[in-house]
Every structure is written in C-alpha cells, then in structure tokens.
C-alpha cells in the first residue's frame, strides 16, 4: 500500500494531544545518548542493536495510538522499564553478555530514552518556549520533528524490529493485559506517522518555524537547557545506570543522572518564576514518592541555611524520577548553592543512597544592578553528537517515498469530507501539507487525556 494523503487522513482523525517532542526527537536523543555515554558497552551493544534502540525509543507512544490510553502511558515510567529489566534478568543470566539478550536490553534503552526526554524537555525548553514564542502549543511537538528532519536534512523511517509476546508480558507484570496484537498494531501505525512526518511534513519547516522561532533556534543548541543535546547527555547517564541494574545492582549511590543546573548547563536565569529559573533533578531510578520531600531534598545558600523552596515531583508514576526544586524568592546574584539529596530517599527497589548526594551551583552576576543574566552571545559550539548528526541523511527520491510501505492503522478514520479532519489546516493553510500535517499527530492518538502530561510542578 502505497502511502497517500488518503492513508494519512484515515490514520489521525484523533483528539488533539497535550504532547511533548515528537517521535523522531526521541530516537534522536536515545541515538546522541548512546554517542555520548561513557561507556564503551554501552556504545558497542546499541551500535550492534540500533533498530531495537529505536524502535524502543517510540514504543511509549506508540501506545497511544491504542484505544486503550494506558497502553501508551504505562511505559513511559520506571514501573514498566523496571519489569522488563527484571525479565531479561531472568531469562538470561548473564544478560549484557548474551547476544539473545542483547535486542532486548537496546529496546530497554530506547523505552529509558524516551521517558526521560520527555521530562528533560518539557521541565525545561517546551515550557521556556511557552513563555517565549506565546503561539499556540499544539503543534510544538510535531514542529520538533518537522524541524529536525527539514532542518538537519534526517531521513529515517524506522524498520520494525521488536518483541510483541514479551512487551505484552511486561503489561502483564504491571497488571495492565495488553495483548500482543495490540502492541503490534500499535507500532506499525506509528511507524506510519513516522513516515508520514519524514516523507511530506519535512517541506513545512519555516510555516512552522514562524509558529516557535525559539524554539527552531534552541532545540538543538548544546547551550540550551533541555535542547536535545542536553537530553542526550542525561540519557547517556540513563543508559550506564541501566547497565548496572541489569548485572543485578540496583544500589542507590548513583541515581541522580542529571541535574539543572551543572558546570555544562549554569542557571541562565535569577528568576525563579521563568521556567529554566529552577532546579531540576533526574534519576536513573523511580523513586518511593513518600520519601520525596523537603527533609530529603534540601536547598541551601554559602551560609547554610536552608532556603524556602518548593519540592515537586514533575508527572511518573508510583515511582517518579524527576524533582523540580523552586526557590521561593529571587536567586542573589553571584551567590553559591548547594542542594543535598539526603540518604532517606528511597528508590523502587528499597534502596537508599549511602551517603548524601549533592551538586553546587554558582549563579551569574548580571550586567546590571538588579538585572538578569546576560544572554549567552558566544558561538553554538559543535555539535555534542556528530555520530548521530551524520546518519540517516540519504533520502529516496520522491517515487520511492511516495510508495514508502505503511501498514494499515489500529482504527480507519473518515475519509476526506466525512468528517472534522477535512476541515483542519496546518500553519501553511494548503490541503496537502494539512494532510501531512496530521500524521504528526499519530504519534499521540488521543493523548489529551494523558496523565499529567502537561501541567509544570
């Protein structure tokens, strides 16, 4: 089946979703992570599996193109990644030596990616780009694909490779019976999305880039707190962590992967009100929620006194691993912090940290009395992940993209005139590139009724 205006019409008649960057974001980022984690393994296993890594970096919603919501919202958090962990510790003992094991873990890494990602920017760049471009956000995340497959000349559309019995038995573990069937349907209607995005909507670029000019801009800077690069890195972290509970050590020392700010990333801001104007901290483990608060996350100033602040957990599960950290008055100028993770902090697996865990921070000094911190007006330096930046640029002619192989979708919709999609315009207002437009919106299905999806801590 060839892929036309017509398949992408039946394929998104759907309710508009409250949604976070886009699919082809996700792969990027789990790509980047893999490039820069430390950990040779780490780079060996994905380089070896990298259609499993990808395919597991859109699985979480592929989900919601389900009509059951929760089969895309379960695997976005750690109760789900973590049954699955535990299931390939049991089918193989030895499970990062073992090449059967090895599509397996690459696909845990991708589901990591993704979860993570979507906490990295949405605390961070979707919600400084709301504050900063005002337009409308329902089509940010589909203007996150369209500008890295236009802007940076991507074309990936993914082969399926992946595991349906054993994700269905994942559910199962969770006690939420998804059949294998589903998971299947679910994917390849995905990946039709993907498709659809990657092969039409790419051309769009600048009608949406008037939408979110910061946004197009940022995204990809290494500079930008919550940019893609910025999510890699903490992905990257995400991966050696997972690494190490897949060898059976689940102990806490080092569960926080990532923090805003770090040395890489200063706090760009003195306001706390703006939303890059807070901490935010990240686990390579869920957390107890019960053990999250202001007795074990603790803000202080040079002096060491505690600093009033509001501690957050930003959406998860029964087990969350983000925490936003929002100081209730202004940042002092050029003044040091620390925030102390302390030892009573408990992890899904029943395990504490042994000792405090702390990062210190210095804030800027603006250039003048009771301003802000200056823009950053240096160069972009090169990008983090040049690996992942290079692949994926051979695009098909466009006879082979117009007969890309879609597979059918999980529910037809209208056809065109039957119903509200005939009606639906992308900025650009031409028919086609609304069409197109719309098979962005595949990759949330009804993802408006999304658990906490959007709203910031």
Same mark, same amino acid.
Not at 73 to 95: G, Q, S
Not at 179 to 185: F, K, L, M, V, Y
Not at 285 to 300: P, Q, W
């Given at each position: ?131 900063? #471009? ?5 089509? %940010?995340?589909?203007?996150? =694909?369209?500008?890295?497959? $236009? @802007? *940076?000349?991507?074309? +990936? ?118 939303? #890059? ?5 990240? %686990?390579?483990?869920?957390? =107890?929620?019960?053990?999250? $608060? @202001? *007795?074990?996350?603790? +803000? ?141 919106? +595949? ?15």
């Amino acid at each position: 089946m060839g892929f036309t205006a017509a398949t992408v019409a039946g394929l998104v008649c759907a309710p508009r979703p409250a949604s976070a960057t886009g699919m082809q974001g996700h792969i990027f980022m789990a790509e980047c992570g893999s490039e820069r984690s430390a950990d040779p393994r780490v780079r060996a296993l994905v380089a070896a599996n990298a259609g499993s890594l990808v395919n597991g970096a859109f699985f979480p919603d592929s989900g919601y193109t389900a009509a059951d919501h929760d089969q895309g919202e379960i695997p976005h958090w750690e109760a789900y990644l973590d049954a699955y962990v535990k299931l390939v510790r049991e089918r193989y003992p030895t499970p990062l030596g073992d090449p059967k094991a090895a599509p397996h873990v690459a696909f845990i890494l991708g589901i990591a990616a993704h979860g993570i990602t979507d906490s990295t920017f949405d605390t961070l760049l979707y919600a400084r780009a709301e504050e900063v #471009d005002r337009a409308p956000m329902d089509d %940010f995340d589909m203007s996150m =694909d369209i500008f890295l497959v $236009g @802007d *940076r000349s991507r074309y +990936l559309i993914p082969e399926l490779t992946f595991d349906p019995d054993t994700l269905s038995v994942v559910f199962d573990r969770v006690s939420h019976e998804v059949p294998a069937a589903n998971i299947s349907r679910a994917m390849g209607t995905a990946r039709s999305g993907i498709a659809g995005v990657t092969n039409f909507l790419y051309k769009s670029a600048n009608s949406y880039g008037r939408a979110y000019p910061w946004a197009r801009a940022h995204f990809l800077d290494a500079r930008t707190p919550g940019g893609y690069p910025f999510g890699a890195k903490v992905v990257g972290r995400y991966y050696e962590e997972l690494f190490r509970r897949l060898e059976g050590n689940v102990s806490a020392g080092r569960i926080l992967i990532g923090s805003y700010p770090d040395p890489e990333y200063p706090l760009v801001t003195l306001d706390p009100a703006r939303a #890059d104007g807070r901490v935010v901290l990240f %686990f390579g483990h869920g957390l =107890d929620r019960a053990s999250i $608060g @202001d *007795r074990t996350v603790v +803000l202080k100033d040079a002096t060491g006194a505690t600093v009033p602040a509001k501690i957050a957990i930003f959406r998860g599960d029964r087990w969350p691993n983000v925490i936003t950290v929002t100081p209730s008055s202004r940042w002092q100028a050029g003044a040091k912090y620390t925030v102390t993770l302390t030892r009573e902090l408990v992890t899904l697996n029943r395990t504490s940290p042994s000792a405090d865990i702390q990062i210190a921070f210095t804030t800027c000094v603006p250039p003048t009395s009771g301003g802000d911190c200056a823009e950053i007006a240096s160069a972009a330096p090169p990008s983090a992940c040049p690996l992942t930046e290079a692949a994926h640029r051979d695009r098909p002619g466009p006879e082979a993209a117009a007969e890309d192989p879609a597979p059918p979708p999980s529910t037809p919709g209208p056809g065109p005139g039957t119903g509200s999609c005939a009606t639906l315009r992308g900025p650009g207002h031409s028919p086609l590139m609304a069409l197109a437009a719309l098979a962005g919106l +595949l990759l949330a299905g009804a993802r408006s009724s999304r658990r906490g999806r959007r709203p910031r801590a």
